[in-house]
T-cell receptor, first 114, second 113 residues
Framework: EPEVTQTPSHQVTQMGQEVILRCVPISNHLYFYWYRQILGQKVEFLVSFYNNEISEKSEIFDDQFSVERPDGSNFTLKIRSTKLEDSAMYFC????????????FGSGTRLTVV | GESVGLHLPTLSVQEGDNSIINCAYSNSASDYFIWYKQESGKGPQFIIDIRSNMDKRQGQRVTVLLNKTVKHLSLQIAATQPGDSAVYFCAEKSVEYGNKLVFGAGTILRVKS
């Protein structure tokens, strides 16, 4: 069964440092997403990406965040200067435009900012 | 605004019993709903979905019910098993809010053996 893969599974970083979270979406999917989940809370939308550009972003996705599809397979989330409150699970997902099976999520990257 | 909420944060059931997990949504324009299961340390896993032109959809051991009049969604799990223990999220999507999913707060399901 096709999977969305994310690396690393756990990232620890110093406050103020830049981090890049990596994702390989399902190969024939066209929409890509990042969501985050602070411990014990609900999953929150960050950004959606289609046709090599951001199609939608939330209030959380401020200037410290950026996304990129550097090649035909990877989809990355960069946080330029991490803050303590950026500590969370970050999930990548991909979908067809109106995929009846919903999105496929990766297993997530746990980001810990210290 | 965009919000999806759950009535019960934790549900404990005996193995073999049926489970019902509830969700209230606030966006009457939402036209697609999904239930996800999340096990510890893993990403959300698709369980079942339903479109707003339906009020019931059945899968293997699971049934989703949609009541648009009161904006209520439920997930029924038949013959609950220990492997069903997880956090369950409902999520909604609408054309009005683009292609993103709006998740509810989650319900913890604990299955007692």
């Amino acid at each position: 069964e096709p999977e969305v893969t994310q690396t690393p599974s756990h990232q620890v970083t110093q406050m103020g440092q830049e981090v890049i979270l990596r994702c390989v979406p399902i190969s024939n999917h066209l929409y890509f997403y990042w969501y985050r989940q602070i411990l014990g809370q609900k999953v929150e939308f960050l950004v959606s990406f289609y046709n090599n550009e951001i199609s939608e972003k939330s209030e959380i996705f401020d200037d410290q965040f950026s996304v990129e599809r550097p090649d035909g397979s990877n989809f990355t989330l960069k946080i330029r200067s991490t803050k303590l409150e950026d500590s969370a699970m970050y999930f990548c997902a991909s979908s067809e435009p109106w995929d009846r099976e919903g999105y496929t999520f990766g297993s997530g990257t746990r980001l810990t900012v210290v | 605004g965009e919000s999806v909420g759950l009535h019960l944060p934790t549900l404990s059931v005996q193995e073999g019993d049926n489970s019902i997990i509830n969700c209230a949504y606030s966006n009457s324009a939402s036209d697609y709903f999904i239930w996800y299961k999340q096990e510890s340390g893993k990403g959300p896993q698709f369980i079942i979905d339903i479109r707003s032109n339906m009020d019931k959809r059945q899968g293997q051991r699971v049934t989703v019910l949609l009541n648009k009049t009161v904006k209520h969604l439920s997930l029924q799990i038949a013959a609950t098993q220990p492997g069903d223990s997880a956090v369950y999220f409902c999520a909604e999507k609408s054309v009005e809010y683009g292609n993103k999913l709006v998740f509810g707060a989650g319900t913890i399901l604990r299955v007692k053996s």
